[in-house]
């Protein structure tokens, strides 16, 4: 039976990786990329550093294209999930495909997802979907979530408090679900569209990579100069990713 690895591999240091990741890599026959264009070369060169560093040995590459996915800006609730979902589908045939051809059995591939592959990522849906035996595993990584925490010396709960971890789209629609929410995946700035009043927010992007930049404060203090910042790093780089607490007082 062939191996699929899913190993978490940090937010953006290469110091994020845990042993338990170290020894999947070097476990790996074929490390298998989902080519996503020139934007996102920086994060390949990161990807490439953490093999170079890591793996002694031979290794592959197999590379697939990142199929088309409708990011319509109207997309809502079941709308928005058929999208998501249709786009999961296309990405399941790439991965079946290269499966097939590139893994043979009893060898062992491996995905590197960024973060943790339990917190808004979806290979190891799409793995457990495919019409092929696999033994799939899942090794844990250092999330932005926790990258987040650490650069802004926070403790996410309070004392017996609980913490909420949500989307733009999801906040925008739903507003502040609790007092301590954790917001991810937000490409319109959901934030600046809230009721402010005695809130706080601890904004970061490209966490734990040589570009990470930090604003916290006082929401209604603070919104503006996020979104300006969000919208340059955008654009000098031809990406961002981004997470942020909001807190009420």
């Given at each position: 039976m062939r191996t699929v690895q899913v190993i978490g591999v940090g937010a953006g240091d290469p110091d994020h990786l845990t042993l338990q990741a170290v020894a999947a890599l070097r476990r790996t026959d074929v490390f298998l990329v989902v080519d996503k264009g020139e934007p996102t070369a920086d994060l390949a060169a990161l990807r490439a550093e953490l093999l170079a560093r890591h793996v002694p040995g031979p290794y592959r590459v197999a590379t697939m294209p990142d199929p088309e996915r409708d990011r319509s800006r109207g997309l809502t609730g079941e709308a928005y999930a058929e999208a998501v979902r249709a786009w999961q589908q296309r990405r399941a045939a790439h991965y079946a495909r290269v499966l097939a051809d590139e893994l043979p059995e009893g060898g062992v591939g491996s995905f590197l997802v960024w973060g943790d592959p339990a917190i808004y990522d979806g290979t190891l849906r799409i793995l457990e979907g495919l019409d092929l035996p696999l033994n799939v595993v899942s090794v844990p990584g250092i999330s932005a979530i926790q990258a987040l925490a650490a650069a802004h010396r926070l403790v996410l709960n309070r004392t017996g408090g609980a913490i909420t971890v949500t989307t733009g789209r999801r906040l925008a629609r739903e507003g502040m679900i609790g007092d301590d929410?954790?917001?991810?995946?937000?490409?319109?700035?959901?934030?600046?569209?809230?009721?402010?009043?005695?809130?706080?927010?601890?904004?970061?992007?490209?966490?734990?990579?040589?570009?990470?930049?930090?604003?916290?404060?006082?929401?209604?203090?603070?919104?503006?100069?996020?979104?300006?910042?969000?919208?340059?790093?955008?654009?000098?780089?031809?990406?961002?990713?981004?997470?942020?607490?909001?807190?009420?007082?």
């Open positions: 929410v954790v917001v991810m995946l937000d490409a319109r700035c959901a934030f600046a569209g809230l009721p402010d009043a005695g809130v706080d927010i601890f904004w970061g992007a490209y966490l734990g990579t040589p570009d990470e930049v930090l604003v916290a404060g006082d929401l209604a203090a603070v919104k503006d100069e996020i979104v300006a910042v969000r919208a340059r790093e955008r654009a000098r780089k031809g990406w961002i990713m981004d997470t942020y607490l909001l807190r009420r007082r």
